[in-house]
């Protein structure tokens, strides 16, 4: 099950502008189908939300039952401009939470939960009761640092929102900046201090550099796996916590889910939008290169990293 804002994003890229369909649910839906999953998505959009994104979703295989069109409201939608490397995120629109009634309308008995708000969306008192109900919750970090009103360039601040976070689900992911914002510490401190406030595994990642997995008492040094081609970078974030709650669902070590986690977000970049989605045996077989390459890191270690 995923929870979360279903976006539409615009995207502008050098002189092309276009627009797609996009948000943490919508990745990790889409990527949950490629491991053989029956995902649904919790959601709420506006009257404005096009019927073929419907459409698209359902005959994926997404389950839409949840997704449900508030009228008189919007859809949440983010303008993304790129330069270079950096990104402008401005919020253009926001759509109504997803709040306690919404996600006890659905039976979480045995489930994985992912819960990715894009912009604040899910409240804590919705995400603690998905965490008491759900067999595995995972919860992205970003939408509880991200502050903004629509027309606004959205800013990451430290929140207790956040914080509280941490102690609401079993695994938590953030990137670098997100958790330096959250802890005031480099990725590798960061992780392990989260992981000290609850959650049985925490996720940095550091896009082209890597990523470390705090879980067990370890601290886990994962290197990036270098891309054929870089295309499309939107996503894989969503794709590396989605891929790691699904593994560690079925049980697969630590070492193994974090190396099919950057396999996974690895093979996502190379190709435009959802194309860069992989069925989970492509995936493995990267996965392979890369797992005698992780390594157990101390803070010490990791700086040189």
Do not use: C
Request: net charge neutral; aromatic share 6%.
């Amino acid at each position: 099950m995923f929870f979360g804002h279903v976006v539409i994003d615009t995207v502008v890229r050098g002189g092309a502008r276009w627009q797609s369909l996009g948000g943490t649910v919508v990745y990790g839906a889409l990527t949950a189908l490629r491991y053989g999953f029956e995902p649904s998505i919790v959601s709420k959009v506006g009257e404005d939300f096009p019927d073929e994104y419907l459409i698209f979703l359902s005959r994926s295989g997404v389950d839409i039952s949840h997704l449900r069109m508030v009228r008189g409201t919007k859809t949440t939608r983010f303008r993304l401009t790129y330069r270079n490397a950096e990104r402008e995120l401005v919020l253009q629109a926001r759509a109504e939470d997803i709040g306690l009634v919404d996600v006890e309308a659905v039976d979480l008995s045995g489930k994985v939960a992912v819960v990715g708000p894009v912009i604040g969306e899910v409240p804590l008192e919705a995400l603690e009761s998905i965490r008491s109900r759900a067999a595995l919750t995972a919860v992205d970090l970003q939408g509880y640092l991200r502050s903004a009103k629509p027309k606004e360039v959205v800013k990451l601040v430290k929140s207790e929102q956040a914080l509280r976070a941490l102690g609401s689900a079993d695994i938590v992911h953030a990137d670098a900046e997100e958790a330096r914002v959250l802890t005031g510490m480099e990725p590798e401190r960061a992780a392990e201090w989260m992981a000290a406030r609850g959650p049985k595994a925490v996720l940095v990642t550091m896009g082209y550099t890597g990523a470390y997995v705090a879980a067990e008492g370890r601290l886990l040094y994962v290197p990036a796996m270098q891309p054929e081609q870089v295309v499309d970078t939107t996503g894989a974030g969503d794709i590396f916590l989605t891929v790691f709650a699904l593994e560690r669902a079925r049980g697969t070590p630590l070492e193994e889910a974090a190396a099919m986690a950057a396999a996974a977000a690895s093979l996502r970049v190379e190709r435009q939008g959802f194309d860069g989605l992989r069925d989970r045996w492509v995936v493995r077989s990267r996965a392979q290169r890369l797992l005698e390459q992780i390594k157990e890191a101390k803070v010490e270690e990791a700086k040189s990293a």
